[in-house]
């Protein structure tokens, strides 16, 4: 079994700034790539950023310059930086991993149980 469990969210104002961490445990044999996703009321879950074992990085247009996902795959963390945050930030944030657990294993996606991230004044 795989565990990913995110840690970090909370309430914060307009232009604010959180910091959301993620750490992967149980049978792992590699990661590529961990992701964040996020899913606010009434819409669809969507990718908010991607980083991948070789450290490539992707971000959705909206979060681009005020979103940073880091972290290091070899140790099964990943983290979100998020700046200048707007309501429209407002959501669920979900860490996402694909995983194998052994060297012939195919991939499998995991999730995380999601963390609350509330943007208002």
């Known amino acids: 079994q795989v565990q990913l469990v995110e840690s970090g969210g909370g309430l914060v104002q307009p232009g604010g700034s959180l910091r959301l961490s993620c750490a992967a445990s149980?049978?792992?044999?590699?990661?590529?790539?961990m992701a964040w996703y996020r899913q606010a009321p009434g819409k669809q879950r969507e990718l908010v950023a991607v980083?991948?074992?070789?450290?490539?990085?992707n971000y959705r247009d909206s979060v681009k310059g005020r979103f940073i996902i880091s972290g290091d795959i070899a140790k099964n963390t990943v983290y979100l930086q998020m700046n200048s945050l707007k309501p429209e930030d407002t959501a669920v944030y979900y860490c996402?991993?694909?995983?194998?657990?052994?060297?012939?294993?195919?991939?499998?996606?995991?999730w995380g149980q999601g963390t609350q991230v509330t943007v208002s004044s």
């Open positions: 149980g049978r792992i044999f590699s990661i590529n790539p």
């Open positions: 980083i991948t074992s070789g450290g490539s990085t």
């Open positions: 996402n991993a694909r995983v194998t657990t052994c060297p012939s294993c195919y991939a499998s996606g995991y």
